[in-house]
């Protein structure tokens, strides 16, 4: 077992002393709120998957790293989205970290696709395995954070006092400012209100009640089939319908899971050349879904049908890219609806008529099935929106449909939204919130200009919500200590993103997605889902390429950033 290496259990600063008095650094910038500013050489915001890599790898290295979380506990998104149902929807063999052989050959993993408790279980395994939490400060959110250039570090406040720091991580998420819409009324509602990504830990008991779900996206899809199987009627609001593949869960097979565990360098390599750095269970297609002919195309599409997951959206090559191939794929899906659901009438609501996986594409057990039990009502509020929540339930076109509950499955201020909210302000006092007024500007999702040594990991502009999000976490991660190392092997103390380099990122970025079909929804990648949010596509198609870019730029003494 490694805990570290004994330089980071020294907590030998790299950069500086390791705890100052912010009263007696006033003068550089500090705030002197009465509180002493805990310096370190980097403060990594948020203790997810990425937060605690972040940690691991750079006490490794030998810096002097501490980990703030607002929550009391590791795991990010799986700490906060313990919905019924909630469960990963790439392969539990592939949603993993690679970084240690150890790890990988002792964790067992029980499902093809693990439940939301079970890989819980697995980021405080990790916790555990590497002694993390003595340098995560839980409960402690980060309030405000800025740029000191006189000094070259970043001052964060949080409402547990101030921290100082030549270099600030962003291990935020892309998925963890919850949406909630403002519906009128809201507040007046009688029974208890609930949002997937913010579920209580204790549970929460439907027995005998009659529950309202709101959404239909990824979260809804997978609660919806969960909760309908525990409460006496379920009425679910939906406001676009969605497009949805069997996930065919399973006990994960004894030997499938010998045959990973004996070969994962191999797969791990292989998973990374992958479009959404997963290895799939049937080969991407490189065909085009056009040409095929009608029966090749049917045997095709009920195999991958039949094999479920993600699988499915790779057989043809142009699913993502030719509007006619992604329709008649579309039609296929809808005609699977049409079998499943009983009544034509319900059928006809569930049928999307949009572009196919241009918004998340979701995974499912039974969700159009849940739809034919008679305690299940369907509210289509695509015309006539949600009028007002009342003090009895949700009222729809002067119809009030009485529930107990009320489930919220409405999404997430996806990718900005938590950056934004922690009042970022960088060189010359420019707000974050300010330069990114027209959308994110990033270069390569890591580096933003005017805010010095301030890494995101899966920021927007990287690949991250488009691909298996461990993988890319670990090769952000990765990459930021290549980084950090090789800026201290030099006696550099900063590092910045040229305005250039972002603008011709923020270019590419614009120009990858306008040759897909991702642009043509209403999605959270665009930012079309929270009222005001201005509409820029945000994480960037193509993993492989994106990770040779990321190596060539750092290989080339760090092209389009400055360094000083
Ligand atoms: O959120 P969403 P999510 N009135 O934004 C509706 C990841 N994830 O939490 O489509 C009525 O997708 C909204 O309607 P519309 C995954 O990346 C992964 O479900 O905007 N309805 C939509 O139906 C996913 O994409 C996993 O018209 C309103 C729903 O709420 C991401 O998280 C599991 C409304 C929101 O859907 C987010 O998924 C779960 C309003 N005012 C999540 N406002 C897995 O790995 C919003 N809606 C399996």
Redesign the pocket.
């Known amino acids: 077992m490694r805990l570290g290496s004994r330089a980071a259990r020294a907590r030998r600063s790299a950069f500086g002393p390791s705890v100052v008095s912010a009263a007696m650094s006033s003068g550089n910038g500090a705030r002197s709120d009465g509180h002493e500013a805990q310096a370190h050489d980097v403060v990594v915001v948020g203790a997810g998957f990425a937060g605690m890599y972040m940690l691991h790898k750079l006490r490794d290295l030998g810096f002097d790293a501490v980990v703030v979380e607002r929550a009391d506990d590791v795991g990010g998104?799986w700490y906060w989205?313990r919905?019924p149902g909630?469960?990963?929807?790439?392969e539990s063999m592939q949603y993993s970290y690679s970084f240690d052989p150890e790890l990988e050959q002792e964790w067992e993993w029980s499902e093809r696709?693990s439940g939301q408790p079970e890989i819980l279980r697995y980021a405080n395994h990790v916790a555990d395995k590497y002694d993390l939490r003595r340098d995560i400060r839980f409960e402690t959110t980060v309030t405000a954070v800025d740029w000191d250039d006189d000094a070259r570090q970043w001052h964060l406040q949080t409402d547990r006092g101030p921290y100082r720091a030549r270099f600030v991580v962003m291990a935020t998420g892309?998925?963890s400012t919850a949406?909630v819409?403002?519906?009128e009324g809201a507040e007046t509602f009688e029974g208890p209100t609930y949002h997937?990504?913010r579920w209580p830990h204790e549970g929460v008991d439907f027995d005998g009640k009659s529950v309202a779900v709101?959404?239909?996206?990824?979260?809804?899809?997978?609660a919806i089939p969960v909760i309908a199987a525990e409460c006496r009627e379920l009425t679910v609001?939906?406001?676009?319908p969605?497009y949805s593949v069997p996930?065919r869960n399973q006990p994960l097979d004894p030997i499938e899971k010998a045959d990973w565990k004996a070969n994962y360098r191999e797969l791990r390599a292989r998973m990374v050349t992958e479009p959404a750095a997963m290895v799939l269970r049937l080969p991407g297609s490189e065909d085009l879904a056009k040409e095929a002919s009608d029966d090749e195309f049917a045997r095709r599409m009920e195999q991958r049908w039949a094999v479920g997951g993600f699988t499915f959206y790779r057989a043809y090559g142009d699913i993502a890219l030719d509007a006619e191939s992604n329709d008649r794929v579309a039609e296929f899906v809808r005609r699977k609806i049409a079998e499943v659901v009983h009544d034509p009438e319900v059928a006809a609501k569930l049928t999307p008529h949009n572009t196919i996986a241009c918004?998340?594409?979701?995974?499912d057990t039974h969700y159009y099935e849940t739809f034919n039990e008679p305690h299940v009502n369907l509210v289509d509020?695509?015309a006539t929106?949600?009028e007002r929540i009342s003090p009895a339930g949700v009222v729809v076109d002067g119809t009030e449909y009485p529930v107990d509950a009320i489930v919220?499955?409405?999404?997430?201020d996806?990718m900005t939204g938590t950056l934004l909210r922690m009042n970022i302000t960088g060189r010359g006092g420019v707000r974050l919130a300010d330069h990114w007024d027209a959308g994110p500007r990033t270069y390569l999702g890591l580096g933003v200009a005017g805010f010095p040594n301030m890494f995101t990991v899966s920021g927007p502009g990287s690949p991250s919500?488009l691909t298996n999000m461990i993988p890319s976490i670990e090769q952000h991660v990765d990459w930021i200590a290549r980084c950090l190392v090789d800026l201290r092997e030099r006696s550099t103390t900063v590092i910045e993103a040229e305005p250039d380099a972002e603008a011709y990122w923020v270019d590419h970025v614009n120009a990858v997605a306008d040759l897909t079909l991702y642009p043509t929804c209403?999605?959270?990648?665009l930012g079309?889902?929270i009222p005001g949010k201005t509409r820029v596509f945000m994480p960037l198609p193509g993993f492989p390429p994106y990770v040779e870019i990321c190596e060539d730029v750092a290989s080339d003494n760090y092209r389009g950033f400055a360094l000083a």
């Open positions: 998104t989205n919905y909630a469960r990963c929807d790439v696709y892309c998925l949406n819409p403002q519906f997937t990504g709101i959404g239909t996206g990824s979260s809804a899809v997978q609001f939906q406001r676009t969605n996930a918004k998340r594409p979701c995974l509020v695509s929106p949600i919220y499955a409405t999404g997430f996806a919500v209403n999605s959270w990648y079309a889902n």
